[in-house]
């Protein structure tokens, strides 16, 4: 068995390991998803890593690019995330591998942290391996008792991406001014995330003027959620009558869905600028997030394994 970087060859059979090792799931496995998230990403292509035994693709590890920005500094990272062992291989050390030797090469390409968010049965092997745990991801709830159960989604308003496109240079995020871990924006980044994303079908609330409220609908058995996963300003035009008028919006889509969800670290930090979101407090109940040094100084990764010091929304963190 040999381990290798992974080429735009080897595609068709990496997404045929993922299928038969995991399954659909909750995510459809495809050479279109595979290639708009590890290869249209505009943070860069994802370095992959295959396990290769008699000419059959045995085992796949990727690792998403993403770059933060960090008091003034880009901070370049790669999230741990498409990862399949065939079952026949199984055991036999191939994750643990894979893993390692994209740890070697991700100092060699002077990459600076691994984030990922694991669920119960692989962080212990992730935390052997080196990575810390951040704690878990803060999330801000609003709960609609009168839409239980309810299943309708409401009516949207317009949604001419060609006329957002117009306002997208002039936005960023409202946490800007705080020294807080936030994702580094453009245009494109956004496109490609919200816009062309094969997953999920995003939505959003805007006045083509001064900000743009990103979400998505997820059904659950007790009704809609509403997630509030980005929201950008143009700071110089959002003012208060802008903020009434995205809180109007916001409250008509929020009366036909049961539960509303954004990040807590982004609503504590400008929960000014955020439709009303109830009084139910922000909760620690999120996904865990493990992060795993690589070539930073260790003061500022210290500094970064604190959730404080963190300013995701939601769309920076979800697992696509």
């Not at 381990?3 to 995991?22: N, Q």
């Not at 894979?98 to 942290?113: H, N, P, V, Y």
């Not at 691994?114 to 052997?128: I, M």
């Not at 816009?195 to 743009?212: A, G, H, M």
Request: glycine letters at 6%; a positive charge.
């Amino acid at each position: 068995m040999q381990i290798r970087k992974g080429t735009e060859a080897d595609i068709p059979a990496i997404v045929e390991l993922l299928k038969s090792s995991l399954g659909e799931g909750l995510i459809q496995k495809s050479e279109r998803l595979w290639n708009w998230k590890h290869m249209e990403n505009p943070h860069g292509v994802s370095p992959v890593l295959i396990a290769e035994a008699d000419g059959q693709v045995v085992g796949v590890r990727a690792f998403l690019r993403w770059q933060w920005k960090y008091k003034g500094q880009v901070l370049r990272a790669i999230r741990a995330v498409d990862t399949a062992t065939h079952p026949e291989f199984q055991g036999k050390g191939i994750f643990k591998k894979l893993t390692l030797q994209g740890l070697k090469d991700a100092k060699m390409q002077g990459i600076d942290l691994v984030y990922n968010t694991p669920n119960d049965s692989s962080k212990p092997g992730y935390l052997k391996m080196g990575w810390k745990e951040m704690g878990r991801m803060a999330l801000k709830l609003k709960v609609n008792l009168l839409a239980y159960k309810h299943h309708s989604l409401p009516i949207l308003p317009e949604q001419n991406w060609t006329k957002l496109a117009e306002l997208l240079p002039k936005l960023s995020n409202p946490s800007d001014l705080a020294d807080q871990v936030q994702t580094l924006l453009s245009p494109v980044y956004i496109q490609w995330r919200y816009q062309d994303n094969p997953l999920f079908d995003y939505y959003y609330l805007s006045d083509y003027q001064s900000y743009v409220l990103f979400f998505r609908f997820k059904s659950h058995s007790f009704g809609q959620e509403l997630r509030i996963v980005d929201l950008l300003v143009d700071k110089q035009k959002f003012n208060k009558e802008a903020n009434k008028e995205l809180s109007r919006t916001f409250q008509k889509l929020n009366k036909a869905c049961f539960l509303a969800s954004a990040s807590g670290r982004h609503f504590q930090l400008v929960r000014s600028v955020y439709p009303g979101m109830g009084i139910i407090p922000v909760i620690d109940k999120g996904p865990i997030v493990t992060l795993r040094n690589v070539n930073l100084q260790e003061k500022v990764f210290a500094e970064l394994s604190k959730q404080e010091n963190w300013g995701y929304a939601i769309g920076d963190m979800e697992l696509f």
